[in-house]
């Protein structure tokens, strides 16, 4: 489903601040991967997700979604093709409007809107179905604005947008380290049914290490740029924190408190 071949990416080439982010990345996801994404500060993880994503483009390589090559595409035409969601609650849905009108805006992306900007009791119904299946009660609530939710409700809603039209890819940023324990659990949970549901193909950046041993099918590590340990099925279940902390060490990565403590 996606392929990155040799990628390379330096920030501010030639300059004081020269960082070479990628460095000749590697990776392929078959359809239905559900792949937890770990490394240390500035292992870039962050920057892997944003060249799929066409945020910058790479310098070298080549990337290829569902059999496409989207390597010089730019980030507006990958979107229709992506679900995205970040550490930041806000910055996914629009505080202003009203949960139905964010699904709405969700749900016609990529598709021409026609005349109407109304949403039609079919798609009301839609909603109504998925925001049920959170277990927040926001389906009785379609019509508050989404600025009087809590952190961990805007973020459900966000992954809900973000798969509403079933993306090629689901790219998820520490999607929930930005919520209390309880909630961030919660979200969890759910992008696990969702993922399942849909047998979405998924990039899952995470710096708890619990997580990523539960959840998906596959794990990798990143460090300096490149992908430094690949792991799947039974292999992978059966892996403890300790493990990936003495990989983590091996490669020279510095284990952050963050890491630690998750
Ligand atoms: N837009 C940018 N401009 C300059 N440097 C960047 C930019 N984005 C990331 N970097 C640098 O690239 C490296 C990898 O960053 P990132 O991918 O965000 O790491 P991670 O998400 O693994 O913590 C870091 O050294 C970071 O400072
Ligand atoms: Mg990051």
Redesign the pocket.
Known sequence: MLKVENVYKT??AGTINE?K?IQGLNLHLEPGDFVTVI?G???????TLNLVAGVFLADRGKITLDGQDITKQPEYVRAKLLGRVFQDPMLGTAADMEIEENLAMAYRRGKRRGLSWGVTNNERELYFERLKMLDLGLENRMNSKVGLLSGGQRQALTLLMATLQKPKLLLLDEHTAALDPKTAARVLELTEEIVTKDSLTTLMITHNMKDAIHYGNRLIM?HEGKVIYDVKGEEKKQLHVSDLLKKFEECGGETSDRMLLA
């Open positions: 920030f501010n960082k982010a490394g500060n500035g292992a870039g993880k962050s920057t990143m």
